[in-house]
């Protein structure tokens, strides 16, 4: 009977001691995070979920930003948004991992998937944000593939005044018969009509979907006071942040 005592009681201080260095493993993970340092948070991270896999909801989505900025790895990265995912019980939250996703998609220029993943966005389940910039990746999606007069119309619906449509409807007019060259003024014009464009245009996408997301989030929560309505703006948390 005192061997089973001493037993249970070893287990339970064990048990105790495990608890204590996940969390401090945790919160070191977190800080790791917050200053950048991307490898160590994954290595903290990751022994976190060995000793408690139920911590999983707490830093999928870290690992999943992680692996991308330390390694540009996109396939652990897409893994752990969607473990992120299928533990989410939120609708909201789902929507962001699928949209953040859709971003790292985007960067590795796996753009078949990237369709596939905005199939799967159920629109009526989306704030006026969320489809506008879902419409402004089926734009670069479509763009990639050359097939400019789709690409052209998933743009439009991002612009917001019948000035800009029509500017930006020139430009890629424009394009089309001077696909080849550097064009400056059409560039500036791009991020007049649609903030983001005209850096997607040149290849910084990373860029472009950040002024989009920012300038484009301002725009659309000014649209909808001036009509009365009030809605919240989800968008994805950069992994810079």
């Not at 992680?66 to 992120?84: Q, T």
Request: proline share 2%; charged share 25%.
């Amino acid at each position: 009977m005192k061997k089973l005592l001493f037993l249970l009681f070893s287990l339970f201080i064990y048990s105790l001691s495990i608890a204590q260095t996940v969390e401090e493993t945790l919160n070191f993970g977190h800080e790791q995070y917050s200053k950048k340092q991307f490898d160590l948070a994954i290595q903290s991270y990751r022994r976190v979920l060995f000793f408690e896999p139920a911590q999983g909801k707490e830093v999928y989505s870290r690992l999943g930003f992680a692996y991308w900025e330390a390694y540009g790895d996109w396939k652990k990265s897409v893994y752990y948004f969607d473990l992120a995912y299928q533990i989410s019980q939120n609708t909201e939250e789902q929507n962001r991992l699928i949209f953040t996703k859709i971003q790292v998609y985007l960067l590795a220029q796996k753009y078949h998937d990237v369709l596939l993943e905005l199939m799967s966005l159920d629109e009526t389940e989306l704030t006026l944000f969320e489809t506008k910039r879902k419409r402004f990746y089926q734009g670069i999606v479509f763009y990639q593939k050359k097939e400019y007069q789709k690409s052209e119309n998933y743009f439009q619906e991002c612009v917001l005044d019948s000035l800009s449509k029509y500017a930006l409807h020139q430009v890629f007019v424009d394009f089309q018969k001077n696909e080849k060259r550097f064009r400056p003024k059409k560039i500036r014009t791009m991020s007049i009509c649609l903030p983001g464009l005209g850096q997607c245009y040149c290849g910084k996408w990373k860029v472009g979907i950040n002024s989009f997301l920012l300038t484009g989030g301002l725009a659309t929560a000014f649209v909808l006071t001036g009509q009365g309505y009030t809605c919240l703006l989800y968008t994805s948390p950069s992994p810079r942040d």
